[in-house]
């Protein structure tokens, strides 16, 4: 055979449109011609002819003769790409991944599959060719790649380029306004929540739907709405969560606990809350695993003995079904998801059916769309009876607070002076220490009345750094406010942030996220801090534990109230310092900060929890009996966790 000849033959009855023939001939040509040009135009012809697996390999075949043609390497991958051979198309991109860091489809293609393979840290490279994709899919996949640092400047260029080229894409605006939010960008946010708020209003709940849930909560107070952000999630295949519940289980006679988070270390919020909690669980009557996909370099920062809060299990490198499988091979009878829809999460392992009793608490205020949960753990305050229809989980309410606290490790609040902190010593001083994100251009305005309606007082004001600084105070001079008004700060150490505190006469709340570990932290440090009703989980918490810690009257009816009783205490110096008294008292005997009542309520509802599952009946909504009330101190002043290990 003349092969030359017989290429010849085959590429005209090609471009003839005639591939059945050409094809026959190419095979034939095979036999003696295995060249790159070859196998390429065979990878043509099955093309056509709608072969697209074997497409991709004569591709591949063609590509892969040295040297290495990139061309129809990229073809082949592409082709592996849309026929599901991720195996395949990983291969070849790692042999042409420079160029996948300038070309926008195979971006896409290895993207996809790093993304569904929980390999992130792959992914950084390729958001910036994303980006200027000429097709919506790539932006929107440079969308999914973003992390969860919204102070990465990359990330905020990003988004800020998609917003701008799709000006009237709901989720680049969605986007935009997170990233707007957390430095403050009130102008920003009025501008372009406007469409959203007047659509809402009307009923259209387009702009809802992908909102992520967890930034959802910080414009929108209505748990009838909040159940509709479902960002990324899908539903769950009907009859799912009963099959998880009727699966084969062995019961033990302990109860298996195991806890689900990213937040394992001392220096974390969640942990600053719970780990006295974790280590006081009754280890006759139940067994703790902890399963961990932390960051190794917060665990690593700081000696410390992880044993003493349960069996640690690394889950870090493990897709979500393996996780669940690990976690069903443990045979754990309760999981409890610590994070939801918040930074870090892994809830989704939840939907591998993992436990035959899955709980969330404490990390996320309110319901977690499409995920499989039997419960919710709350109290009467988050969680009452009227929001039931607004959650698809079941109802766990302890008696007090579903907040745990340390009183053990929290550090105890130092002597120090207004001077240290440049906050004149005359004045009344108002103070909110709330995440930035938390303050709407609704929260400012009503600060502002508060400050034109009292006499030489101040707010103090945490700041995430200058450009939030620069945002607020736009918005506070707009609203004539004098800057000696205003007291900036930025966040610092936590044991002096502890100390800080005390130094303000009266915290303010924000609306419609209040403040959380925060306002436990201003509680314990003893500071009065005034809320208001809320209405949904993520605005009832402060008065969840301004009642736990014995002074509800902080809790103001409405917004007006809220004005009204903050003007109302800035002129009553006296009953500032009756609640700071009463914070002080009230720290060692009521139930906010006692960690062993919290700890029995706990356990208890996860006995109530296991005896209806061992019964065969399905989740219902269930309310923890109280203990008695205390008569004495819980702890006493000075008491610290070297004297109690002593005893």
């Not at 709608?50 to 129809?72: C, N, T, V």
């Not at 539903?235 to 195991?258: F, N, Q, V």
């Not at 436990?520 to 989980?537: A, D, H, I, R």
């Amino acid at each position: 055979m003349n092969t030359k000849n017989a290429f010849v033959t085959a590429s005209s009855l090609y471009q003839k449109g005639q591939y059945t023939r050409a094809l026959e001939t190419l095979n034939e040509l095979l036999n003696v011609d295995t060249s790159p040009k070859t196998y390429a135009l065979l990878a043509k012809t099955l093309l056509k002819l709608g072969f697209k697996s074997d497409a991709a390999k004569s591709y591949e075949l063609a590509g892969r003769q040295k040297p290495y043609r990139e061309d129809y390497l990229r073809e082949a991958l592409l082709l592996h790409f849309v026929t599901g051979d991720e195996d395949a198309t990983l291969s070849i991109g790692s042999l042409i991944l420079p160029q996948a860091f300038k070309d926008p489809e195979l971006a896409f293609a290895l993207s996809s599959i790093f993304l569904s393979r929980q390999q992130r840290d792959l992914l950084a490279g390729f958001k910036t060719v994303l980006v200027e994709g000429p097709e919506l899919k790539h932006r929107l996949m440079a969308a999914k790649l973003l992390t969860d640092d919204l102070y990465d400047e990359g990330n905020r260029h990003i988004v800020a380029t998609l917003f701008k080229k799709h000006p009237d894409n709901i989720i680049f605006r969605t986007l935009y306004l997170i990233f707007a939010r957390e430095l403050s960008d009130l102008a920003t946010v009025d501008k372009h929540m406007a469409p959203i708020l007047t659509a809402v209003a009307k009923g259209n709940l387009d702009y809802v739907r992908p909102d992520n849930p967890f930034f959802h909560l910080h414009w929108c107070g209505d748990e009838a709405i909040n159940k509709f952000a479902v960002h990324d999630t899908v539903p769950l295949p009907a009859g799912h969560a009963e099959a998880r519940r009727k699966a084969p289980h062995t019961w033990g006679d302990k109860i298996r606990i195991g806890y689900l988070s990213s937040d394992f270390w001392p220096g974390h919020a969640t942990m600053k809350l719970m780990q006295r909690t974790l280590e006081l669980h009754d280890r006759d009557r139940f067994e703790i695993t902890l399963f961990d996909h932390s960051p190794l370099s917060s665990q690593r920062s700081e000696d410390f003995d992880y044993s003493r809060w349960g069996t640690m299990v690394d889950i870090r490198s493990l897709s979500d079904q393996a996780a669940a499988e690990t976690i069903r091979a443990r045979g754990i009878d309760i999981l409890v998801d610590l994070k939801g829809h918040t930074k870090d999460s892994r809830v989704r392992i939840l939907n591998h059916m993992a436990a035959p009793i899955q709980t969330a608490w404490l990390g996320f205020p309110g319901s977690a769309v499409n995920i499989d949960l039997d419960y919710i753990i709350g109290d009467p305050y988050v969680l009452p009876d009227y929001s039931k229809p607004h959650f698809h989980e079941k109802f766990c309410r302890l008696p007090e607070c579903y907040q745990a606290n340390d009183p053990l490790y929290r550090p105890k609040p130092r002597p120090t002076t207004r001077a240290e902190h440049e906050l004149p010593e005359d004045a009344f001083v108002f103070a909110s220490f709330n995440g930035n994100r938390k303050i709407t251009s609704h929260m400012i305005d009503v600060w502002c009345n508060i400050l034109k309606r009292t006499k030489n007082s101040v707010l103090w004001l945490l700041c995430n750094g200058p450009r939030a600084e620069a945002n607020l105070w736009a918005r506070l001079e707009a609203r004539g406010i004098n800057r000696k008004r205003i007291v900036f700060t930025t966040r610092i150490r936590y044991e002096d942030h502890i100390d800080r505190q005390q130094l303000a006469d009266l915290g303010l709340d924000t609306f419609p996220v209040n403040g959380h570990t925060t306002t436990s932290e201003q509680l314990w440090g003893g500071l009065p801090v005034l809320t208001m009703k809320g209405t949904n989980f993520a605005s009832r918490v402060s008065e969840s534990l301004l009642t736990a810690i014995g002074v509800p009257e902080l809790v103001a009816a409405d917004v007006q109230a809220y004005e009204d009783m903050a003007v109302e205490l800035a002129s009553q110096p006296e009953r500032i310092a009756t609640f700071k008294d009463t914070l002080a008292v009230n720290r060692y005997i009521k139930p906010l900060f006692d960690a062993e009542r919290f700890t029995h309520h706990l356990e208890t509802a996860y006995e109530m929890m296991v005896e209806r599952a061992r019964q065969g009946l399905g989740p219902d909504h269930m309310d923890v009996p109280a203990l008695p009330v205390r008569a004495e101190p819980f702890l006493v002043e000075g008491q610290n966790a070297a004297s109690i290990a002593a005893e």
